[in-house]
């Protein structure tokens, strides 16, 4: 019998958060092993196959238009690229490949054919293959499947409340609608959030009940540590302290007891020995190679050390779930329908938000 519950409470979270830390690593590294092999972490890599100028407003985001950043932006990457960097990441290790578009929704067209090429080809490479591309129709949902995507990435970021204090051009339950149409499919979800921005403890909690209460529970949850990068809302955040992430990931394994947590940004600022406690916590899948997306991540090099003195294991693709078929794209059943679905826009006003933006514009 499944022993997931899917009526946590706010209340019940906290205090499993605030424990004794003995206590709750003992509690999570249990709850692990009666679920997973402790000795196995999954290696993914996260590639960014269109960086830059997102219309979005989100306060950590360096992709973000509005902003002045760094980031160099790039055209969506084309299906050879793709390919290239898969089968580098396949030979250093990684079962999964997730890739990101910094868009706000999928919009059927060439770009979206494209990239549905791209979930194609990398299924043909027996990798795992994740999208990220913001809101999704049903239909759309549907065609990623039918090509062979393995999960599809939708963060809740952060708890419903603390949620409008960090974007203002997206809705909490727009979150909620995409992560809902994805699972009228066989595509699993990935949903999980970032901690370090300003959030209270009530906050984690939150976002930990939204993502428990979903049922079925996500198959796997990115617990991000912030990344607070120039020119963004949250430019001045200060970093997480190790005992933070190693308290949220042990709650997150509790709570989400089946679930993949992934360790994912902020992992730069992390120890070996806070990577291990993670681990042990219940962690079991990190992001390789030396750019998340557009924030820095350890070498390939040296994870593969990390895992050599931790003896730990890189779990190989489909561990979890059978390979999906790829269907081609000739022979799909499902055309595209060209919907423009009515996203929520709630342009609230965030001060550092605006603040961030206005600074932008002065220096353009
Ligand atoms: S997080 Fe995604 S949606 Fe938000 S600004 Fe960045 S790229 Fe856009």
Redo the contacts with the bound molecule.
Sequence with gaps: MSTVRHNWTKEEILEIYNKPFMDLLYEAASVHRLHHDPNTVQVSTLLSIKTGG?????G??P??ARYHTDIEGNDLMSVQQVKAQALRAKSSGSSRVCMGA???NVKDGPEFDQVLEMVRTINKLDMEVCCTL?MVTENQAQRLAEAGLYAYNHNLDSSEEYYKEV?STRGFKDRLETIDNVRKTNVTVCSGGIIGMGEKTEDRAGMLVALSTLDPQPESTPINALVAVDGTPLEDQQPVSIWDMVRMVATTRIVLPETQVRLSAGRTQMSREGQAMCFFAGANSIFSGDKLLTTPNPDVNEDMEMFKLLGLNPQKPFTKKVQPQTVEASDSQFEALGEKPKWSRPEHKIERNEEAKQKAKALK
């Design positions: 997102c219309p979005e407003d989100c950590y985001c992709q973000a910094a868009w706000r913001g974007i």
